[in-house]
C-alpha cells in the first residue's frame, strides 16, 4: 500500500485536469486538491516497514519503505503541504483559468517528494525528485512576481545540468557494484576510484539542488519569486528531497574522510554565509531564502558527520518552522514585501505565529528546533562545539531584525486559512519540541538577551540592509553559476583523489 502514497496526489490532479476541461464546479476542484493532499496521509498512519511494487525479487524490483530516517521527511512533507493546500484554496483566484493547471502542478509536487523520499533505490529517486523539481520550475514561472521568469529558467537551467551529472554518477554506480537498490549496493561496493567519482559527482549535484553554499545561486530568486504557498514549500521541503538523496549515498557508498571533512566544512560556510546574507536583505521574502541556505547547512552538518537521525529530525524542524514564516510573511506583506513597511502589529495570532516560528528556527527551547539541535550537537567533535551555539546567536540576531521591523507596522486584513495555516505550523514547533522532550535550556536566555543589543549593534553601525552583489544579465549569470559548480566538483574529485 506505500505506492498509494504517490498514486492519490497524480490521481486527483488528473481528475482536476478533467473537472477544468469539462468546466465543472470550482467547490468540486477545490475538493480534489485537498482529497490529494490529505489522503496520502492516511496511508502513512497505516503503513511502515518496506515492499517491493509487484511482488519482485530486490534485484529486478522497486523497493519503497519508511523507517526511522526518512518518516522524519514524510512528516515534514504531509504536514506542510496539507496546511499549504488549505492556504492556496483562499490564496489563488479560482476566476483565473490558470489557477487549476497550478494546483495540478502542486499535486505533482506532492507525488513527487512522496516518491522520492520513500525510495530504496536511486534510479527511482531520481525520477520522483525530477518530478518535484520540473513542478517547482513551473510554480516559479507561475508568479506574478517581475522577475519570476527569469529566477524560474535560471533555477530549471542549474537543476537540469545538476541533474544530468546526478544520472551519470549513478550510472557509474550500477557499473561498479551492479545494482540501484541502496541496500545491495552497500553490500557489494568497495573502494574505487570510479566509484569515488560517482560519489564526489552526485554529492556535489544533490548539493546543487539543496541550495547550499557555494551552489546556492538559484536560490534566493526562485524561493522569493515564487507565489507565497510555493515559496514556502520550496523552502520547507523541495530542498530536502536532494538532502534525502546525500543519506542515502553516503549510506550505500564508502565515504572517505577527506569528502567528510570537505562537507563538513561546507556546512558550516553554508550556515554562516546564510546569516550573514540574511542581514544584508530588505526583502522579507529573500531574507527567508537566504535563511534557508543557513538552515540547509545544519542538515547537511547531520549528513557529514553520519548522524542521519539529526539531519532527518533537523530537517522536519526546519519544514514546520520555513513553512510557516513564509506563509506568514506571505500573508502580512501583500502590498509590500520590503521590511519595514508592512507589519503584524495589529494581529495578535500572526504576532504569536511568527515569534514562535522565529525562535523554533533559531533552535530556542522547548521548540523543536532546540530537540533538532541537540541531536546534531551530539555527532561533533568537541573541537566544533562552538558551531551550534554561534549559529543559533547569528540566527536570532538576523530573526530579531525581521520582528523588529514587523511589530511596527500594522497588518492589512488576513485571511482566515491563512493565519490558521501560520498558527498551526508554530503550535506544531512547539508542540514537537514538547514531545520529542525539548526541556527549557538556561542557556537560551543569554541567546536571545544577547541576540537583541547585537541587532541594535550592527543597526547603528549601519550594516544591515545593504544588499550586496553584481547584477548581470541571466544568460552570464547562469554560466557564472555553472562555472562554479563545474570548479567544486573538480575540486572535490581532487580532494578525493590526492
Same mark, same amino acid.
Given at each position: 500500500?506505500?505506492?498509494?502514497?504517490?498514486?492519490?496526489?497524480?490521481?486527483?490532479? %488528473?481528475?482536476?485536469?478533467?473537472?477544468?476541461?469539462?468546466?465543472?464546479?470550482?467547490?468540486?476542484?477545490?475538493?480534489?486538491?485537498?482529497?490529494?493532499?490529505?489522503?496520502?496521509?492516511?496511508i502513512f498512519l497505516l503503513e511502515n516497514g518496506r515492499e517491493i511494487v509487484g511482488g519482485w525479487s530486490r534485484v529486478a524490483g522497486i523497493e519503497v519503505g519508511i523507517g526511522e530516517i526518512n518518516a522524519q521527511f514524510i512528516v515534514g512533507e504531509l504536514?506542510?503541504?496539507?496546511?499549504?493546500?488549505?492556504?492556496?484554496?483562499?490564496?489563488?483566484?479560482?476566476?483565473?483559468?490558470?489557477?487549476?493547471?497550478?494546483?495540478?502542478?502542486?499535486?505533482?509536487?506532492?507525488?513527487?517528494?512522496?516518491?522520492?523520499?520513500?525510495?530504496?533505490?536511486?534510479?527511482?529517486? @531520481?525520477? @520522483?525528485?525530477?518530478?518535484?523539481?520540473?513542478?517547482?520550475?513551473?510554480?516559479?514561472?507561475?508568479?506574478?512576481?517581475?522577475?519570476?521568469?527569469?529566477?524560474? %529558467?535560471?533555477?530549471?537551467?542549474?537543476?537540469?545540468?545538476?541533474?544530468?551529472?546526478?544520472?551519470?554518477?549513478?550510472?557509474?554506480? &550500477?557499473?561498479?557494484?551492479?545494482?540501484?537498490?541502496?541496500?545491495?549496493?552497500?553490500?557489494?561496493?568497495?573502494?574505487?576510484?570510479?566509484?569515488?567519482?560517482?560519489?564526489?559527482?552526485?554529492?556535489?549535484?544533490?548539493?546543487?539542488?539543496?541550495?547550499?553554499?557555494?551552489?546556492?545561486?538559484?536560490?534566493?530568486?526562485?524561493?522569493?519569486?515564487?507565489?507565497?504557498?510555493?515559496?514556502?514549500?520550496?523552502?520547507?521541503?523541495?530542498?530536502?528531497?536532494?538532502?534525502?538523496?546525500?543519506?542515502?549515498?553516503?549510506?550505500?557508498?564508502?565515504?572517505?574522510?577527506?569528502?567528510?571533512?570537505?562537507?563538513?566544512?561546507?556546512?558550516?560556510?553554508?550556515?554562516? %554565509?546564510?546569516i550573514v546574507m540574511m542581514l544584508l536583505q530588505r526583502d522579507a521574502k529573500r531574507f527567508l531564502a537566504y535563511s534557508t541556505v543557513s538552515q540547509m547547512g545544519y542538515v547537511l552538518l547531520g549528513i557529514a558527520t553520519f548522524n542521519f537521525t539529526g539531519?532527518?529530525?533537523?530537517?522536519?524542524?526546519?519544514?514546520?518552522?520555513?513553512?510557516?514564516?513564509?506563509?506568514?510573511?506571505?500573508?502580512?506583506?501583500?502590498?509590500?514585501?520590503?521590511?519595514? +513597511?508592512?507589519?503584524?502589529?495589529?494581529?495578535?495570532?500572526?504576532? %504569536?505565529?511568527?515569534?514562535?516560528?522565529?525562535?523554533?528556527?533559531?533552535?530556542?527551547?522547548?521548540?523543536?528546533?532546540? @530537540?533538532?539541535?541537540?541531536?546534531?550537537?551530539?555527532?561533533?567533535?568537541?573541537?566544533?562545539?562552538?558551531?551550534?551555539?554561534?549559529?543559533?546567536?547569528?540566527?536570532?540576531?538576523?530573526?530579531?531584525?525581521?520582528? &523588529?521591523?514587523?511589530?511596527?507596522?500594522?497588518?492589512?486584513?488576513?485571511?482566515?486559512?491563512?493565519?490558521?495555516?501560520?498558527?498551526?505550523?508554530?503550535?506544531?514547533?512547539?508542540?514537537?519540541?514538547?514531545?520529542?522532550?525539548?526541556?527549557?535550556?538556561?542557556?537560551?536566555?543569554?541567546?536571545?538577551?544577547?541576540?537583541?543589543?547585537?541587532?541594535?549593534?550592527?543597526?547603528?553601525?549601519?550594516?544591515?540592509?545593504? +544588499?550586496?552583489?553584481?547584477?548581470?544579465?541571466?544568460?552570464?549569470?547562469?554560466?557564472?553559476?555553472?562555472?562554479?559548480?563545474?570548479?567544486?566538483?573538480?575540486?572535490?574529485?581532487?580532494?578525493?583523489?590526492?
Amino acid at each position: 500500500m506505500i505506492p498509494l502514497m504517490v498514486a492519490f496526489p497524480l490521481l486527483f490532479g %488528473f481528475i482536476i485536469v478533467i473537472l477544468d476541461t469539462l468546466r465543472a464546479k470550482k467547490v468540486l476542484i477545490k475538493v480534489s486538491f485537498v482529497l490529494g493532499a490529505v489522503l496520502p496521509a492516511g496511508i502513512f498512519l497505516l503503513e511502515n516497514g518496506r515492499e517491493i511494487v509487484g511482488g519482485w525479487s530486490r534485484v529486478a524490483g522497486i523497493e519503497v519503505g519508511i523507517g526511522e530516517i526518512n518518516a522524519q521527511f514524510i512528516v515534514g512533507e504531509l504536514v506542510l503541504f496539507t496546511l499549504v493546500a488549505l492556504y492556496s484554496i483562499s490564496y489563488f483566484d479560482f476566476r483565473d483559468k490558470k489557477t487549476p493547471k497550478a494546483l495540478v502542478l502542486f499535486l505533482l509536487m506532492h507525488s513527487g517528494l512522496l516518491g522520492a523520499f520513500i525510495a530504496r533505490d536511486f534510479f527511482n529517486f @531520481y525520477i @520522483y525528485m525530477e518530478i518535484a523539481s520540473v513542478s517547482a520550475f513551473a510554480l516559479v514561472a507561475f508568479s506574478d512576481d517581475p522577475g519570476s521568469k527569469k529566477a524560474a %529558467f535560471k533555477y530549471l537551467i542549474l537543476s537540469l545540468l545538476a541533474s544530468y551529472l546526478f544520472i551519470f554518477a549513478i550510472g557509474l554506480i &550500477y557499473m561498479e557494484t551492479g545494482y540501484l537498490n541502496v541496500e545491495l549496493v552497500a553490500q557489494n561496493a568497495l573502494p574505487s576510484r570510479e566509484l569515488s567519482t560517482a560519489l564526489g559527482i552526485a554529492f556535489a549535484s544533490l548539493l546543487l539542488k539543496a541550495g547550499i553554499f557555494p551552489l546556492h545561486g538559484w536560490l534566493p530568486d526562485a524561493h522569493s519569486a515564487a507565489p507565497t504557498p510555493a515559496s514556502a514549500l520550496l523552502s520547507g521541503i523541495v530542498v530536502k528531497a536532494p538532502a534525502y538523496g546525500m543519506i542515502l549515498l553516503f549510506s550505500a557508498v564508502p565515504v572517505g574522510e577527506s569528502l567528510k571533512t570537505a562537507a563538513l566544512m561546507v556546512a558550516v560556510a553554508s550556515i554562516f %554565509f546564510g546569516i550573514v546574507m540574511m542581514l544584508l536583505q530588505r526583502d522579507a521574502k529573500r531574507f527567508l531564502a537566504y535563511s534557508t541556505v543557513s538552515q540547509m547547512g545544519y542538515v547537511l552538518l547531520g549528513i557529514a558527520t553520519f548522524n542521519f537521525t539529526g539531519a532527518a529530525y533537523y530537517a522536519l524542524a526546519h519544514s514546520l518552522t520555513k513553512g510557516g514564516l513564509f506563509l506568514s510573511v506571505g500573508s502580512l506583506g501583500t502590498k509590500s514585501r520590503k521590511l519595514g +513597511e508592512f507589519g503584524y502589529k495589529n494581529a495578535p495570532l500572526m504576532v %504569536f505565529s511568527v515569534l514562535i516560528l522565529s525562535l523554533a528556527i533559531g533552535g530556542i527551547s522547548p521548540l523543536i528546533g532546540s @530537540y533538532a539541535k541537540g541531536l546534531l550537537l551530539s555527532s561533533l567533535s568537541e573541537g566544533w562545539h562552538w558551531l551550534i551555539p554561534l549559529g543559533t546567536l547569528g540566527t536570532m540576531i538576523a530573526f530579531t531584525r525581521l520582528n &523588529y521591523h514587523m511589530l511596527g507596522r500594522e497588518s492589512p486584513e488576513i485571511k482566515p486559512f491563512w493565519k490558521f495555516s501560520s498558527l498551526i505550523l508554530a503550535l506544531l514547533s512547539l508542540g514537537g519540541g514538547i514531545y520529542f522532550g525539548a526541556g527549557l535550556k538556561l542557556a537560551d536566555v543569554i541567546y536571545i538577551s544577547a541576540a537583541v543589543p547585537g541587532f541594535f549593534a550592527l543597526r547603528a553601525l549601519g550594516v544591515l540592509g545593504k +544588499e550586496t552583489g553584481m547584477k548581470m544579465e541571466t544568460e552570464k549569470e547562469i554560466n557564472v553559476l555553472a562555472a562554479v559548480f563545474v570548479t567544486f566538483i573538480l575540486a572535490v574529485l581532487l580532494l578525493q583523489w590526492s
